[in-house]
Nanobody, 128 residues
Framework: LPQLVESGGGSVQAGGSLRLSCVDS?????????MAWFRQAPGQEREGVAG????????YYTNSVKGRFTISRDNAKNTLDLQMNSLKPEDTAMYYC????????????????????WGQGTQVTVSS
């Protein structure tokens, strides 16, 4: 079965950086897929952080991470990355990579119910 496997989480102090990576074993080069990073803190709903379409175009970012996080996709390597800079304590959460392989649009807006495949998550903890 195709899998999404995340790595790169950890603990950093506020202002630090982390880079999350997700290997997508279910991707076939040329497919149209909406790929996204979500996060969920204890007691809170899962939030779409950033989304990107494998066919190119503008990426989506939730307002709280704009200018600090960058999502990128390497279709040749089947990887999805999230570069996180200027981290804040409120960024602390479990981060999940997700794929919507039935996507037929051109702008990937991450709504959790649209994504049928999820990774196991990687923890990010930011201390003040």
């Amino acid at each position: 079965l195709p899998q999404l496997v995340e790595s790169g989480g950890g603990s950093v102090q506020a202002g630090g950086s982390l880079r999350l990576s997700c290997v997508d074993s279910g991707y076939t080069y040329g497919q149209d897929v909406c790929m996204a990073w979500f996060r969920q803190a204890p007691g809170q709903e899962r939030e779409g952080v950033a989304g990107i379409y494998t066919g190119g175009g503008a990426a989506y970012y939730t307002n709280s991470v704009k200018g600090r996080f960058t999502i990128s996709r390497d279709n040749a390597k089947n990887t999805l990355d999230l570069q996180m800079n200027s981290l804040k304590p409120e960024d602390t959460a479990m981060y999940y990579c997700a794929a919507d392989r039935s996507f037929r649009g051109t702008y990937c807006y991450p709504t959790a119910n649209d994504f049928e495949q999820w990774g196991q998550g990687t923890q990010v903890t930011v201390s003040s």
